[in-house]
């Protein structure tokens, strides 16, 4: 069985300060990771993925990721947040050989001005 | 990029009647799609596996006699909340995975539905 744990409810942080939302994860084999970013009443969108290859993954809108095997963690980063990032981000896993994906419990970020 | 909608975003019912979502690729063709609730700011709980052309796979503790997922074509399923109850009020979301070996999936817009 897979699993995502993301350890906070909630995040908050100064507007151009960096943002960390972290993500560990539980799965049999080699994981495919995704984060996805949902704001009120709207659907998920995705903001990026790890499936293989460099272990520091880019997105959308300047988030980054990094993937860490040994620590079976995907982190989320931002070097300098906006207002606008203010969201709830969920972390994602699926097996490399199932579409099924398992959702970590949501952390909300708050960005205060 | 790929693009995933649902109808209706928003559906307001009296208890005891029946609601029908409807979930769509637009652009690409899906063989299976996915189901889930949404809770307010909680995590989504994966409902069911739409197969298009077979029944559809239910997780654990969802009754298939009241969530009636049917595929009928690669493009479009559907979810039919029958004799719906003010408990059955929550936020759904399909999503479709893009063939091509990355797993990724799009996901519609949500519907939230309420029941008086």
């Known amino acids: 069985a897979q699993s995502v744990a993301q350890p906070e409810d909630q995040v908050n942080v100064a507007e151009g300060n960096p943002l960390t939302v972290k993500c560990t994860y539980s799965v049999s084999g080699n994981p495919y990771l995704f984060w996805y970013v949902q704001y009120p009443n709207r659907g998920l969108q995705f903001l990026l993925k790890y499936i293989t290859g460099d272990n520091l993954v880019k997105g959308s809108y300047g988030f980054e990721a990094e993937f860490n095997k040994s620590q079976t963690s995907f982190h989320l980063k931002k070097p300098s947040a906006l207002v606008s990032d203010s969201a709830l981000y969920f972390c994602a896993v699926s097996p490399s050989n199932d579409y099924k994906l398992s959702f970590g419990a949501g952390t909300t970020v708050t960005v205060r001005a | 990029g790929a693009v995933v909608s649902q109808h209706p975003s928003r559906v307001i019912c009296k208890s005891g009647t029946s609601v029908k979502i409807e979930c769509r690729s637009l652009d690409f063709q899906a063989t299976t799609m996915f189901w889930y609730r949404q809770f307010p700011k909680k995590s989504l709980m994966l409902m069911a596996t739409?197969?298009?052309?077979?029944?559809?796979?239910?997780e654990q503790g969802v009754e298939k006699d009241k969530f009636l997922i049917n595929h009928a074509s690669l493009t479009l399923s559907t979810l039919t909340v029958t004799s719906a109850h003010p408990e059955d009020s929550s936020f759904y979301i399909c999503?479709?995975?893009?063939?091509?070996?990355?797993?990724?999936?799009?996901f519609g817009p949500g519907t939230r539905l309420t029941v008086l």
């Open positions: 739409s197969n298009e052309g077979s029944k559809a796979t239910y």
């Open positions: 999503s479709a995975p893009l063939a091509g070996g990355s797993n990724e999936q799009f």
